[in-house]
């Protein structure tokens, strides 16, 4: 089958990054996203691992490389803003620190993404999938806001945790939702006389960090994390229910939750409730029996997601277009077998990114004073050690991740080898 006709939902990351493989592979490919113009807010990604191969040979690494941060590394606070551990930059992108050299905001990488696609792909704005009818050879899709219903050989889900398309394909119960009892909220603020090239992360009690990092805008970073030690945390219900309710309630509960938080939480609360680039995030991971029904796949955090917590998810994002693509590109003729190569080369990895050790996140997030002191003393300690040039292990637990996953070996695919 030639000119396979391909939708996407979704054009974020893994979308568009897939829809560049796909165009490789001689496909026609539609997006759709349901909002009105790209998204230009999000928080900061980086990319680690064997993804860094696939940024490269997508030939976007260095613009990547020019619209990054430049961060310089990640400095635990405490509450008085002195130092208790430092751990600079990473430039090998093997996850030996919590900052990497790639440090891109996500509205700019989606930038780039629209850009190195936009001739090739047709996007369409303002409209999503609203009912799915497949038969043996094709899926007709409708849309909800007046694009004419289209039929496709093969529909991906690349819209995020909460994936409506996924919903449609597989049915409620197929997706699995493995809550981490957190919440994080992202904003920036204006730039202040303590901000460096360095981003800074200070915890205290109840569950509770802040980070400021830079960016390449010159405004700074914030993310506040809200980690419940049970999914029986009162908390957790009030957090939820503001999700459902919008930024204002969102707002305002990160100020009740925060206000005692001392440190620079004046300066954060104040710049929170002025920023019009706010939102929040419950922290989860996907986990699905299968990634694909018929001519309908998942990917991303769609499918896989692993959780900020991994710092992985951008990374398997462009792994699971590429591996997608290329499967794809070597059985155009069997899409749904296509489908399962794709997943049998992938999930062993995927699986191995989402394996947090026991503990993880409430272990590095603890709820009492004296477990914020254990805490402050552990990090001074790798700290030390991490001078002494012992950077992996405490590169790992500074970031409170596991690991970044197996080693995966990008598969050779003729097609993408003109």
């Known amino acids: 089958m030639s000119n396979i006709r391909v939708l996407i939902s979704g054009a974020s990351v893994a979308g568009p990054a897939l829809a560049y493989w796909l165009v490789r592979a001689g496909c026609k490919v539609t997006v759709v996203e349901r909002a009105r113009t790209l998204r230009t807010e999000g928080q900061g990604l980086d990319v680690r691992d064997t993804a860094r191969e696939v940024i490269k040979r997508m030939g976007i690494f260095e613009r990547m490389l020019d619209l990054s941060s430049k961060e310089e590394g990640l400095r635990i606070v405490d509450d008085n803003n002195r ?75 690349a819209d995020g945790l909460g994936s409506k398309t996924r919903s449609l394909a597989f049915g409620n119960g197929a997706c699995r939702v493995r809550s981490l009892n957190s919440f994080v909220s992202y904003f920036s603020i204006p730039k202040g006389d303590t901000d460096t090239m360095w981003a800074r992360a200070h915890w205290v009690k ?117 591996v997608l693509a290329g499967e794809i590109s070597r059985q155009p003729d069997n899409i749904p077998a296509a489908l399962e190569s794709y997943e049998r080369v992938l999930r062993p990895y995927v699986e191995s990114v989402q394996h947090l050790l026991p503990g993880i996140p409430w272990i590095v997030n603890p709820q009492s004073p ?28 500074a970031k409170y991740v596991a690991l970044s996953g197996n080693e995966f070996e990008l598969p050779d695919y003729e097609a993408f080898r003109q």
């Not at 419950?282 to 499918?303: E, F, K, L, P, Y």
């Open 83 to 157: 130092d208790l551990a430092s751990f600079g930059v990473d430039t090998s992108g093997k996850g030996e620190s919590a900052t990497c050299d790639i440090e891109i905001l996500r509205g700019e990488l989606a930038g780039i993404l629209l850009d190195i696609t936009k001739d090739d792909v047709t996007y369409i704005f303002n409209d999503m999938i609203e009912s799915l009818e497949e038969t043996d050879k094709e899926v007709n899709v409708k849309y909800a806001n007046g694009t004419p219903t289209t039929a496709f050989d093969l529909v991906v889900a």
């Open 206 to 322: 109840g569950g509770r960090n802040m980070v400021l990092r830079p960016d390449n805008q010159g405004r700074t970073r914030v993310f506040v994390t809200q980690t419940a030690y049970d999914n029986q945390d009162p908390r957790l219900a009030r957090l939820h229910k503001a999700l459902r309710e919008g930024v204002a309630a969102q707002k305002t509960l990160v100020q009740e939750l925060f206000q005692d938080g001392g440190w620079e939480i004046e300066r954060i609360l104040k710049g929170m409730h002025e920023s019009n680039d706010f939102y929040m995030q419950h922290v989860a991971q996907i986990r699905m029996d299968r990634w694909s029904s018929g001519r309908v796949a998942v990917i991303g955090d769609a499918g896989y997601a692993p959780s900020p917590f991994s710092g992985m998810g951008t990374s398997i994002a462009f792994l699971g277009a590429y």
């Open 370 to 397: 004296w477990g914020v002191k254990v805490f402050e003393n552990v990090i001074w300690s790798l700290g030390v050690l991490s001078a002494m040039g012992i950077p992996s292990l405490i590169a790992k637990l």
